[in-house]
């Protein structure tokens, strides 16, 4: 059946519906990365957008158990040129238009995703409506529409875990603050046999103290790091008494707590080749990224935090650490998945970290 994509510019592409028949609407993005698809669209920071993927061709490996990065998929819809019913791999359990069905998220296939993603590209990101299966839209009024709809504000809520949960490990002890976290984070603290409690965004500074944590792990996360002023205060209150590694909205969050400012970028970075340059050891790293907003350069001079790493593609903040606490964070992907894991090295730093800060007896101060 055919479906629409209309943006608020006026912009309107048609194609195939796929997924769930209904309509929906939310912020057109795009992924550059060539595979990863389904580790993607199942990125809670990716909640109430619509994604587009610039690769061709998406689903020739299928969808498998393993590779979720959340089990919920909150996206608002996905764009694509072409996905296959029949792909082509020993660890595909179902089809990408499948997945789409079973979770009801909105499709439309058969687009120029080149052109739509040079569009985003010189307008930056831009509000759009996927139309339900089969309906004749009134584009004027669904223009309309768009222009007067706002982004929502309360996606940390919607993807974050509602009651804490463990990961049982006999190593360092951490508590893993919930923003909409990727599986891939948990992943990577339990290989290095962390004994990890993940709790809501909304848990207080003194009860996750209370655990007596040996460090706090803040994960990535969807929306503007402004919306959780709750999260920033508690960051805040935990810089002093806990060793803290933060991922991407974790390092927002981080930032904002120590007085920087974030920004929203005009089309994000959304991709699996992203360098980075890191300026403690001069080496540049190709990492995963996925993020919407971004940290002020110029407004980490107002903090105690200096800077780390560094975008090449636009010499924006990709990471900082605090000068007098042990608390370090990055703005893009260390776990990859998917992408590389040029920098998964960080986690070895946080566990380090951890170790060192505990003998020094600077816990729960
Ligand atoms: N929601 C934030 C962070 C993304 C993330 O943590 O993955 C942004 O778009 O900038």
Not at 131 to 158: F, K, M, Q, Y
Not at 203 to 230: F, H, K, R, W
Not at 284 to 296: F, R, V, W
Request: net charge negative.
């Amino acid at each position: 059946m055919k479906r629409y994509l209309i943006l608020e510019d006026g912009t309107v592409f048609e194609g195939e519906a796929f997924g769930s028949p209904q309509g929906s609407t939310g912020e057109v993005i795009f992924t550059t990365g060539m595979t990863g698809y389904q580790e993607f669209i199942s990125d809670p920071s990716n909640c109430a957008q619509i994604l587009t993927l610039t690769y061709p061709l998406i689903g020739n490996y299928g969808i498998n158990p393993e590779d979720f990065e959340a089990m919920t998929i909150t996206l608002a819809g996905v764009v694509v040129r072409e996905w296959t019913e029949q792909p082509s791999n020993f660890r595909s359990h179902r089809t990408f238009g499948e997945l789409m069905e079973e979770r009801q998220v909105p499709g439309i296939s058969g687009i120029d995703t080149r052109q739509l993603t040079k569009l985003l590209r010189t307008h930056g990101s831009l509000r759009g409506k996927l139309t339900a299966a089969g309906e004749e839209p009134n584009v004027e009024e669904i223009v309309a529409e768009l222009n007067a709809w706002s982004l929502p504000h309360d996606e940390v809520s919607r993807v974050s875990t509602q009651r804490p949960y463990p990961s049982p490990g006999r190593g360092c002890r951490v508590v893993v603050m919930d923003f909409g976290m990727k599986h891939g984070i948990l992943r990577e603290l339990n290989k290095r046999d962390c004994d990890v409690t993940v709790v809501p965004y909304n848990t207080s500074a003194e009860t996750i103290l209370a655990m007596q944590p040996d460090g706090v792990m803040l994960s990535n996360g969807p929306g503007d790091p402004t919306d959780i002023p709750e999260a920033i205060e508690t960051v805040r209150q935990l810089i002093p008494h806990v060793p803290m590694f933060g991922v991407c909205l974790g390092h927002q969050l981080i930032s904002l707590a120590s007085g920087a400012t974030s920004f929203k970028l005009k089309f994000g970075h959304r991709g699996a080749n992203h360098p980075v340059k890191d300026l403690t050891t001069g080496r540049t790293e190709l990492t995963s990224q996925n993020h919407g907003y971004a940290i002020d350069l110029k407004s980490l001079e107002n903090t105690d935090l200096e800077l780390t790493h560094i975008a090449l593609n636009d010499q924006t903040v990709e990471g900082v650490r605090h000068k007098h606490y042990p608390v370090f964070c990055v703005q893009f992907h260390p776990e990859g998945s998917a992408g590389p894991e040029d920098s998964v090295h960080l986690f070895d730093q946080f566990i380090q970290l951890m170790h060192t800060s505990t003998k020094a007896g600077t816990l729960h101060a």
